[in-house]
């Protein structure tokens, strides 16, 4: 399986996410850049989760059917073409880190993926619902991490 780069221009790999993209900041998702989709792909499929939350996975941001031209989403705009799902606040679209104060830095997996056919996905999916609804579908894929702490 080839590798999509992803990447944003708010915050480096495995650094802090700016204030500005958080649950305590402005909420806004950060912009991202991809390269690298490889021909053949019916849509990009973009995931962004916690696997540091105390309830297990928590799912910040899902966006499915995203145009496999495309080659970024701009700063609080969902990626071109894309379908936002409710989030684990309940909320349609991005919802920024939040982490429990005093529970040490989160971990936040932007995951991009390169799949040759839609998800068939239930009205309101987990992250997990997401990582078994891509299995076997994936073409690439590209991860992005970044942190932050309360």
Same mark, same amino acid.
């Given at each position: 399986?080839?590798?999509?780069?992803?990447?944003?221009?708010?915050?480096?790999?495995?650094?802090?996410?700016?204030?500005?993209?958080?649950?305590?900041?402005?909420?806004?998702?950060?912009?991202?850049?991809?390269?690298?989709?490889?021909?053949?792909?019916?849509?990009?499929?973009?995931?962004?989760?916690?696997?540091?939350?105390?309830?297990?996975? +928590?799912?910040?941001?899902?966006?499915?059917?995203?145009?496999?031209?495309?080659?970024?989403?701009?700063?609080?705009?969902?990626?071109?073409?894309?379908?936002?799902?409710?989030?684990?606040?309940?909320?349609?679209?991005?919802?920024?880190?939040?982490?429990?104060?005093?529970?040490?830095?989160?971990?936040? +997996? +932007?995951?991009?993926?390169?799949?040759?056919?839609?998800?068939?996905?239930?009205?309101?999916?987990?992250?997990?619902?997401?990582?078994?609804?891509?299995?076997?579908?994936?073409?690439?894929?590209?991860?992005?991490?970044?942190?932050?702490?309360?």
């Amino acid at each position: 399986m080839t590798g999509i780069e992803l990447r944003s221009v708010a915050f480096a790999d495995h650094a802090e996410i700016p204030r500005r993209h958080t649950g305590e900041g402005d909420d806004v998702s950060p912009p991202l850049i991809w390269s690298a989709v490889p021909d053949g792909t019916s849509e990009l499929v973009l995931l962004c989760e916690d696997p540091d939350a105390p309830g297990g996975s +928590f799912l910040h941001w899902l966006v499915t059917g995203i145009d496999p031209r495309s080659s970024g989403a701009a700063e609080g705009e969902p990626p071109p073409g894309g379908k936002e799902w409710p989030n684990g606040f309940g909320r349609v679209g991005w919802g920024g880190p939040m982490p429990p104060p005093g529970h040490g830095t989160h971990r936040y +997996f +932007f995951r991009l993926w390169a799949v040759s056919q839609s998800l068939a996905l239930q009205e309101r999916p987990t992250a997990d619902a997401v990582h078994r609804a891509v299995k076997g579908r994936e073409l690439a894929s590209g991860v992005l991490v970044g942190t932050y702490q309360r």
